[in-house]
């Protein structure tokens, strides 16, 4: 009900004080313009709440007990967001390998996010070291003698990934730098203590803290268990579910019928069986599939891009030009790589056959790292 009662006063404001449109969907960008809304209502409610208590409550001397609360709430909120990432790229689910879509895609044709997630997906390695100390990070700040330790980690690890964010416009902008916030905000209290460390001074405890009696003091460490216990089980499960969606997706990209590079072995036009000639305008040299575009290249050098969609249940594809003034409706098979196609290019039957090239011939996937280089292998 309270939640219901937010939102109305979030979309009143957002239509009547911003003009901005509060029933755009929100997929999966926690920068839509309804989230900047969001977040000065939240600005809003949090200032009139501060002065309201603090007029209320202004004969308390001090609030170390409720800010040592603060603080282990936001220490276990920032752990689990850091266990979710890095364990998201330690299992390599948060940037799967490149898909034969995005390495037929050329750099142009790249949005910055989706550079970014190309270039990061490229290495296994490189995911696995940047989401290890995410997880050590965050595992720190579980702990009172580490949490500071963690939260250094953590702002180091999360500078980097605003500025990506930032520089490639990946739309969790908001979000990443929430997570900076809550661990600088973690630090704050040691600020006099590090400073001291680093002058080599004598420094004093940790100046929020909070006792126990002896006949409950059993209960806080149990109670950690459990709670720890229960938060890695969540992480595990959103961790094997992710990963199964990641392979339902990459079965759904890398549909061997309908992605990469393929050579025509043979062309038959209108039951003519056409040669290799490097002059013909009408006999396809290879095509290129790229998810829902296809390049057709003829002998002569020439080429169009064309709409395409496949169906591996009916084994039917259907060709667009982008004007739709010509259409084809072809039968396929697909044997071991080689794809038999049969139908109709308007009033033209085409019976092609296909071979397509080896994965391999990615420079991609035949680059691998090597210790010697006896110069730069750029392209």
Known sequence: MLSDFHFSIVEIIAKDLFNVDSSVINAGSSDAAINYVRMFCFLVYSSLGTLIFSVLDRKRNDYNKEFYGLSVFLRYYLALAMLDYGFAKVFNTQ?????????????????????????MGYSTSYNVFTGLWEVVGGFLLFFKRTRLLGALLIIAVMSNVVMLNISYNVPVKLHAMHLLAIAIFLVVPDLKRLTAFILRKPTELYPVAISVENKVSWIYPAAKVIVLFMLFLMTWYKIQYNRESV?????????????GEFEVESFILNGETMPPDENSTRRWKKINLSGRNINIEYMDGGSIPWLFHGNEASKK??????????KGYFDFRNEDGVLYLEGFINDDALKVVLRKKSDNSFTLYSRGFQWVSNEPFYR
């Open 247 to 259: 392979q339902i997706l990459a079965q759904k990209t890398n549909t061997k019928s309908f992605l």
């Open 317 to 326: 594809i259907v060709l667009l030009t982008p004007d739709l003034s010509t």
């Open 95 to 119: 940037f799967p390998f490149l898909s034969e879509d995005r390495l037929l895609q050329t750099y142009g044709e790249s949005s910055p996010m989706g550079l970014l997630w190309t270039f």
